[in-house]
């Protein structure tokens, strides 16, 4: 008997967890994005969404509870109330989850605008290790900013990955629409970029990821604007090819250009209209006095080249005598950093090979352009943050003041956990780094770099005739 009731209890429990397995994105979410919780857990997770028996409800405690520490919230990220925030903490170390999920959001660094005056130190991993609970027992807020923050650039690839799926599950559920992206503009373009990276874990669809892109773009958010339509040539072609094929299916202003993963004028132009912004041509550069007749006459062929593929050619052409200011300058030309495609579209592969070819060729400063864009991977151009680290180094090497691109903290913000990685080898191989590898920028690298720009200068000075070396 007891026997026949233990196999009628675990294909019950079969039962439910393939009812639950296709039909509650909780649940899939508790194996899928929490597999390290193990299988005890994951039964638990079983009870707890079953029970809760609808997705979004409270995951702890009444509605009246949950008022409450809505309540304590508030008062704590809009008042600065530090009675508030110790009655909420004690209710999440208590076990509540969604006193949790209210406590992440003051911890959160990425709500810091909607709790501007929470007296909790703000905590990137604390805030995760908040939302976990809730974003587990399907919580559709808790999932949103989990996979928010799991996604930040500075994030490791595992916890990418992790929040590529989780973000996909926010964006899958029934009560999330259209609508629902305004406030939630930077988890739509974050996941638009997971479908079209390989390296996401997720399944790739272009199409899908434009479709969001545009969705966030007529909700004329400025960091969109600025992403989509003043650095289109920075995005992969599968993305731009997925926005030019949305925006081609658009009822009203349909797009007619081309649909080629290419950042021309024409794709600029229509997401202009999208945004709703008045087209804004740029403006020519004018010519400092003091230059030569051979520099004007210089500075008037880049100027051209914008414009004229034949001006283009020449300048292509001085670059393949070998001129290092026509490699840079054309270089700048193609690269997505400066070309929104308004006359011809960027190539990003294409401006790293040319300026690569002018670092070689005696202008450092270019090296650190050409490996600012091997970090980033724009466009066409496969990202490479080990090789942006060897052009770095050997750039700042040759010319010391570029070190403050490193150093500085105010220049230094813009590279990638994987690239400070990559500088710490470099600078252990040639002896001036002993700490461990860490993808990120910490003191003891600022001071490795410091040193080797030391040694740099001083094997120059002890090069130079009459110079002399101090060991």
């Avoid at 709790?115 to 949103?144: E, K």
Wanted: proline share 6%; aromatic share 6%; net charge positive.
């Amino acid at each position: 008997m007891s026997g026949r009731t233990g196999s009628g209890r675990r294909r019950s429990l079969a039962a439910a967890h393939g009812r639950l397995w296709y039909g509650e994105a909780g649940y899939r979410l508790a194996w899928l994005a929490l597999p390290q919780a193990g299988a005890v857990v994951a039964a638990g997770l079983l009870l707890a969404v079953a029970s809760r028996g609808e997705w979004g409800r409270p995951a702890t405690g009444s509605p009246q509870r949950v008022v409450a520490l809505e309540a304590l919230r508030q008062r704590a990220g809009r008042e600065g109330d530090v009675a508030a925030l110790k009655e909420l903490t004690a209710a999440a170390e208590a076990g509540e989850i969604d006193a949790a999920t209210r406590l992440a959001s003051l911890v959160d660094p990425l709500a810091a605008k909607a709790t501007p005056r929470s007296p909790a130190p703000r905590d990137g991993g604390r805030a995760a290790a908040l939302y976990r609970p809730g974003a587990a027992s399907g919580d559709i807020v808790a999932i949103a900013r989990l996979a928010d923050l799991l996604m930040e650039d500075a994030a490791g690839e595992r916890e990418r990955r992790q929040g590529c799926r989780l973000g996909l599950t926010w964006l899958d559920h029934p009560r999330v629409n259209r609508d629902m992206l305004r406030g939630e503009e930077r988890l739509a373009e974050k996941i638009a970029r997971c479908l079209v990276d390989p390296q996401s874990g997720v399944a790739q669809d272009p199409d899908r990821a434009g479709a969001l892109v545009v969705d966030t773009l007529r909700l004329k958010y400025d960091r969109s604007i600025r992403q989509y339509i003043y650095g289109l040539g920075l995005q992969k072609p599968e993305l731009i090819r997925g926005m030019q094929r949305e925006l081609a299916a658009r009822r009203l202003n349909g797009y007619t250009g081309p649909i080629d993963g290419r950042a021309s004028g024409e794709t600029v132009l229509a997401l202009e209209r999208e945004a709703e912004l008045r087209p804004f041509p740029p403006q020519p550069r004018s010519i400092p006095a003091t230059q030569t007749d051979a520099e004007q006459a210089f500075r008037s062929l880049v100027e051209a080249a914008r414009r004229d593929a034949g001006a283009r050619a020449r300048l292509q052409a001085m670059a393949d005598r070998g001129d290092a200011k026509a490699m840079a300058d054309l270089g700048g030309l193609y690269s997505p950093v400066y070309n929104r495609g308004e006359f011809f579209a960027p190539d990003a592969r294409r401006a790293a090979q040319l300026m690569e070819r002018a670092a070689a060729s005696g202008l450092p400063g270019t090296g650190i352009e050409v490996a600012s864009l091997y970090d980033k991977g724009p466009g066409n151009l496969a990202r490479d943050p080990a090789k942006a680290a060897a052009l770095a180094i050997r750039a700042i090497a040759a010319d010391p003041w570029l070190g403050n691109l490193l150093t500085d903290p105010d220049m230094s913000a813009d590279w990638s956990p994987a690239f400070w990685g990559s500088v710490q080898r470099e600078l252990k191989e040639r002896g001036f780094y002993a700490n461990p590898i860490e993808d990120r920028r910490n003191d003891a690298l600022v001071l490795a770099i410091r040193q080797f720009l030391r040694a740099q200068q001083g094997a120059a000075a002890g090069a130079r005739p009459g110079g002399q070396r101090h060991d």
